[in-house]
């Protein structure tokens, strides 16, 4: 499975979790350690100045500095990209229309990290094969070092290798997620099938080749297949339906989510997501299987040690860039496929079916804290998340919305993979286009042949993949 584009209440991406001061201070400090716990403090740094050869350092500056310009350049492009969408939220444009060379620019970055993952990967098995060698000749200098220590060295090596292993193996190679939700027969629920073929129709790209049901608050597509099959548009196209998202919608308001997603699938937002998530999977994947961590955290010599393997850091210090990019150019796409269901259905429906995804989500997580299912129950989601909503006051309904707006909200980050969508509102509703779509305004849940069953499949189906998954 690639990387899903779609309506969802929050993006989800891996942040560093501490502080670049507090790392630096804490590997200092673990460093430091190490020299003073042996008598031979002299030798034992000069020693561990072999570490700093012609070729290490030649290595790592020349490593830096791609680094260093391809971190420029990523922070450049989203700049740019930032400042074209101010001049729409202020009104100087009425869409943001980017640049051939930005899309090309951040299209070029994007593919300059895969050789540079490749690259980082050699460089880890090389800095650890550095730094074991170094503690050997300290060994040789001291005349001996502690047990728990050479063991610690010893794991660093096999995770190491490991990781590296692993991350080249699923940077290749993707494991088949197994779908939580129903797969909606093509033979069934034609009025469904006939809208996103229509809005297909109108975006000039083909239709989704499997439509699955969940009972979450989502709306994506993505595409199934090998990485080459998906990136050279081969791959099957695939789109997930919430019906918590759009239990509230009208037809009108369904469609313009639609073309959202079919704008992703127009501009290949899922081919280059699939091609980013192929390194997302190999990076992530490689870094937790190789040892390592933050030294201010660790109590014991045998942690330290581990926490002391450079591969982790290389990982860490890729991850950070890589999200930055990504992380900026999936902005880009999703702006983009905004202005697009803008542009189809009108400003003021896209924002209000923007405004129900997000609030269906936050209706559906106070629904899932407070309801207990029976043993052998099986909920209807969608039609329970509708009756919560049903019974607020309108005083509740207004601080629910609130509450939702401002939880996805949160605090820009360079890292984000959506724009704020208090962002993504106001500029919708400052759009002033009525569109070009001539959907119905009944609501979207007549689209499907008995909505109380295929709610109770769907949940059904959810719930058994959910516990599967568990067990």
């Given at each position: 499975?690639?990387?899903s584009?779609?309506?969802?209440?929050a993006?989800?991406?891996v942040?560093?979790?501490?502080?670049v001061?507090?790392?630096?201070?804490?590997l200092?400090?673990?460093?430091v350690?190490?020299?003073?716990?042996?008598?031979?403090?002299?030798?034992g740094?000069v020693?561990?100045l072999?570490?700093?050869?012609?070729?290490?350092?030649?290595?790592?500056?020349g490593t830096?500095?791609?680094?260093?310009?391809l971190?420029?350049?990523?922070?450049?492009l989203?700049?740019?990209?930032?400042?074209?969408l101010?001049?729409?939220?202020?009104?100087?444009?009425?869409?943001?229309e980017?640049?051939?060379?930005?899309?090309?620019?951040?299209?070029?970055?994007?593919?300059?990290?895969?050789?540079?993952?490749?690259?980082?990967f050699?460089?880890?098995?090389?800095?650890?094969?550095?730094?074991?060698?170094?503690?050997?000749?300290?060994?040789?200098?001291?005349?001996?070092?502690?047990i728990?220590?050479?063991?610690a060295?010893?794991?660093?090596?096999?995770?190491?290798?490991?990781?590296?292993?692993?991350?080249?193996?699923?940077?290749?190679?993707?494991?088949?997620?197994?779908q939580?939700?129903f797969?909606l027969s093509?033979?069934?629920d034609q009025?469904?099938?006939?809208?996103?073929?229509?809005?297909a129709?109108?975006?000039?790209?083909?239709?989704?080749?499997?439509?699955y049901?969940?009972p979450?608050?989502?709306?994506?597509?993505?595409?199934?297949?090998?990485l080459a099959?998906?990136?050279?548009?081969?791959?099957?196209?695939?789109?997930?339906?919430?019906?918590?998202?759009i239990h509230?919608?009208?037809e009108?308001?369904?469609?313009?989510?639609?073309?959202?997603?079919?704008?992703?699938?127009?501009n290949?937002?899922t081919?280059?997501g699939?091609?980013?998530?192929?390194?997302?999977?190999a990076?992530?994947?490689?870094?937790?299987?190789?040892?390592?961590?933050?030294?201010a955290?660790?109590?014991s010599?045998f942690?330290?040690?581990?926490?002391?393997?450079?591969?982790?850091?290389?990982?860490?210090?890729?991850v950070?860039?890589?999200?930055?990019?990504?992380?900026?150019?999936?902005?880009l796409r999703?702006?983009?496929?905004?202005f697009?269901?803008i542009a189809?259905?009108?400003?003021?429906?896209?924002?209000?079916?923007l405004?129900?995804?997000?609030?269906?989500?936050?209706?559906?997580?106070?629904?899932g804290?407070?309801?207990?299912?029976?043993?052998?129950?099986?909920?209807?989601?969608a039609?329970?998340?509708?009756?919560?909503?049903?019974s607020?006051?309108?005083?509740?309904?207004?601080?629910?919305?609130?509450?939702?707006?401002?939880?996805?909200?949160?605090?820009?980050?360079a890292?984000?993979?959506?724009?704020s969508p208090?962002?993504?509102?106001?500029y919708?509703?400052g759009?002033?286009?009525t569109?070009?779509?001539?959907?119905?305004?009944?609501?979207a849940?007549?689209?499907?042949?008995?909505?109380?069953?295929?709610?109770?499949?769907?949940?059904?189906?959810?719930?058994?993949?959910?516990?599967?998954?568990?067990?």
């Open positions: 499975m690639s990387q584009y779609g309506a969802s209440s993006a989800s991406v942040r560093p979790r501490v502080s001061v507090l790392e630096i201070v804490g200092v400090a673990a460093m350690l190490l020299v003073v716990m042996t008598p031979f403090v002299v030798r740094i020693a561990l072999h570490v700093f050869s012609i070729v290490s350092v030649a290595l790592l500056a830096g500095a791609a680094y260093g310009l971190w420029l350049v990523g922070r450049s989203d700049a740019k990209f930032r400042a074209i101010d001049a729409t939220l202020v009104g100087a444009t009425s869409k943001p980017p640049p051939r060379n930005l899309t090309r620019a951040y299209g070029l970055v994007l593919v300059c990290l895969l050789p540079f993952l490749l690259y980082l050699m460089l880890a098995l090389y800095l650890v094969e550095v730094l074991i060698t170094e503690f050997l000749v300290l060994e040789n200098a001291i005349g001996g070092m502690p728990i220590v050479l063991a060295l010893g794991m660093v090596a096999l995770g190491t290798v490991w990781g590296v292993v692993v991350g080249v193996w699923r940077l290749f190679v993707q494991p088949r997620t197994k939580r939700g797969a093509p033979g069934t009025r469904l099938w006939a809208l996103t073929s229509r809005v129709q109108d975006s000039g790209t083909r239709p989704a080749s499997a439509i049901l969940t979450t608050a989502e709306v994506a597509v993505w595409e199934e297949g090998g099959s998906v990136v050279f548009g081969r791959g099957r196209r695939c789109m997930r339906i919430g019906m918590t998202a509230d919608m009208s009108s308001e369904l469609a313009s989510i639609l073309r959202h997603e079919f704008a992703h699938f127009g290949r937002d081919a280059w699939s091609f980013t998530f192929s390194m997302t999977r990076i992530t994947t490689a870094w937790r299987a190789t040892p390592g961590g933050n030294p955290r660790q109590r010599l942690g330290i040690v581990l926490c002391l393997n450079p591969a982790w850091w290389v990982y860490w210090i890729f950070r860039l890589f999200y930055r990019c990504t992380g900026g150019f999936s902005r999703e702006v983009m496929a905004d697009d269901a189809y259905s009108g400003g003021e429906t896209f924002a209000s079916a405004s129900k995804v997000i609030v269906n989500s936050e209706a559906l997580e106070r629904w804290k407070g309801r207990e299912l029976a043993k052998g129950e099986i909920p209807r989601v039609d329970e998340v509708a009756a919560l909503m049903s607020l006051s309108p005083q509740d309904a207004s601080g629910l919305r609130d509450t939702a707006l401002d939880r996805v909200a949160g605090k820009w980050s890292y984000e993979t959506h724009p208090k962002v993504r509102l106001r919708a509703r759009a002033g286009c569109g070009e779509a001539t959907c119905s305004a009944q609501p849940r007549v689209l499907f042949d008995d909505w109380s069953a295929m709610d109770q499949s769907v949940s059904r189906a959810w719930l058994t993949a959910a516990k599967a998954a568990a067990a």
